[in-house]
């Protein structure tokens, strides 16, 4: 197992040295990437187009890692059907100071998104890591607090996405109609 950290710090840089140091003395750190750079740089790093895999995906939004979704998640991973990747992203900070309004993306409080991918190598494979998928978001589910991080959304259909976008989807859904009435933007999480 390897564990990925990826922080982005927006204030001062003296600072978020001092916020990652305590990463940096771990013991059997494999690699250390953080530095100073551009956010142009930071996104660039993201390829323009991502080929197809064979994964399927779910995410959603706690209030924090308590022991009962800490103990969903364990429990799910220790009986995953593939590979996996989990991720965690923490809402805090500046993000979380934006009006849920101002943007397209309302996740604006503090809290913790998560996102789970697991993959499969074989076509007969595909049926158990989706059963396995859908367990697990079942049993997430009464520990979320409504909202999703639309980047570890799969294709879990038009519902999820307008949960995803809460009260601003209708703008959008407007917006979309206006400027897109054709649907030609209609990947990843269809408005």
Do not use: C
Not at 151 to 159: H, K, L, S, T
Not at 167 to 183: H, I, Q, W
């Amino acid at each position: 197992p390897v564990l990925s950290v990826q922080a982005t710090w927006t204030g001062d840089p003296v600072d978020g040295e001092a916020a990652v140091a305590p990463l940096r003395r771990l013991p059997g750190l494999v690699a250390d990437e953080v530095r100073l750079r551009p956010y142009l740089e930071l996104q660039s790093e993201v390829p323009a187009e991502i080929p197809p895999t064979l994964q399927e995906n779910r995410g959603g939004f706690v209030r924090a890692l308590t022991d009962p979704v800490i103990e969903v998640v364990a429990d799910a991973l220790a009986q995953a059907p593939g590979g996996y990747m989990l991720g965690f992203v923490h809402f805090n900070g500046a993000p979380v100071r934006v009006p849920p309004d101002a943007t397209a993306f309302p996740l604006r409080r503090r809290g913790i998104g998560h996102g789970v991918s697991v993959f499969w190598r074989r076509p007969e494979e595909r049926d158990a890591v989706t059963r396995w998928v859908h367990a697990y978001a079942a049993r997430m589910a009464p520990h979320e607090d409504g909202g999703n991080y639309v980047n570890v959304m799969d294709a879990e259909g038009n519902d999820a996405v307008r949960a995803a976008y809460g009260a601003n989807y209708a703008r959008l859904a407007a917006l979309k109609a206006e400027y897109d009435p054709g649907n030609l933007f209609r990947h990843n999480q269809n408005v």
